[in-house]
């Protein structure tokens, strides 16, 4: 009995960092390469999952690598051979000397959009590099880097990879937001986001899940990011002032067993809470059975109508 409920818990600690990595957006910012060698044998990832399917090969002790940008306890690496991942930031000590690798220019960030119909994503910066993933017409995803005339990008669920830069353009600011149209789309005498709540429990009414109860504090916490994110101007998970979304729970003195977040922009909010649905990691937070509690933010913008924070989390 003891070992069954130890097996539980291990099964319940892993899926919770599975659902943290399918929602957490990586943060990145403007970045200086610089030079590491591994401590040890390490893992090279293709995203910042801890899942087993994310490991693209081993990396043995003491190989030079470059480190081009990071998020939480992970660097964005290059490789002597010009593969782009992630390394964890436990097994690498910072260095002098550089490998030989092809010139990394780091790149203000800023968001992109495919403009071929399939774009494959590859490992490094040419064709010769294996085929990591493939992209859709209009995907948004963000440009950190290049190499050559290939650009570094993070995309999906916490994803990096290359894509030849002539199969992508810049874009707006953010993946989810869209322009707001001059005449926003009238509601009723619900608040914003008692409708977002509507619309959410609706889906999930939809696929036979139980309704999310709204949490007061959470509600919020939630609205402190969407009024934020407004007076700030930026469009992240992680918040300059509050750090991540489960660090601004913990701190406000949220408990949880699991949580996840969804950002959006936009003057409708049934329009925002279609577009989740047509997101598969927005989709999972609407649809999981792990939360029972939601908080909601809704604060108006000129630049997207509003912008929408939902905080979800299960006790």
Sequence with gaps: ?????????LF?????????????????????PKYGLTTDNVNFRSSTSLVY??????ISKNVNIKMVGETGNFYIVQLASNEVGFISKDYVKTVTNAPNAKVY????????TVTATSVNVRRGPSTNFPKVSSLNKGTSVTVIG?????????????????????????????TT???????????????????VLKYINEARAANSLPALTKD??????????????????????????YGTPFDMMKNFGITYKTAGENLAGNSDMKAAVDSWMNS????????????????????????YGYVISAMFIGK
């Design 1 to 9: 009995m003891i070992k069954k409920r130890k097996l539980v818990i």
């Design 12 to 32: 319940a600690f892993v899926l919770m960092i599975i659902l943290i990595s399918n929602i957490f957006a990586i943060t990145v910012k403007s970045y200086k």
């Design 53 to 58: 399917g994310s490991i693209i090969k081993q």
């Design 105 to 112: 220019t780091s790149l203000t960030p800023y968001i992109a």
């Design 146 to 174: 290049k190499i050559d005339n290939f650009y570094t990008v993070i995309y999906g669920t916490n994803k990096v990879g290359m894509i030849e830069a002539s199969l992508i353009k810049k874009g707006t600011n953010t």
């Design 177 to 195: 937001p869209t322009p707001a149209p001059s005449t926003p789309t009238p509601t009723t005498n619900l608040s914003l986001a008692d409708l």
């Design 216 to 241: 007061w504090k959470l509600a919020d916490i939630a609205q402190r990011k969407s009024n934020e994110m407004v007076e700030k101007d930026y469009f992240l998970h992680t918040s300059p002032t």
């Design 280 to 303: 598969e990691g927005h989709r999972k937070n609407i649809l999981s059975n792990s939360y029972n509690y939601i908080g909601i933010g809704v604060t108006k913008s000129e630049k």
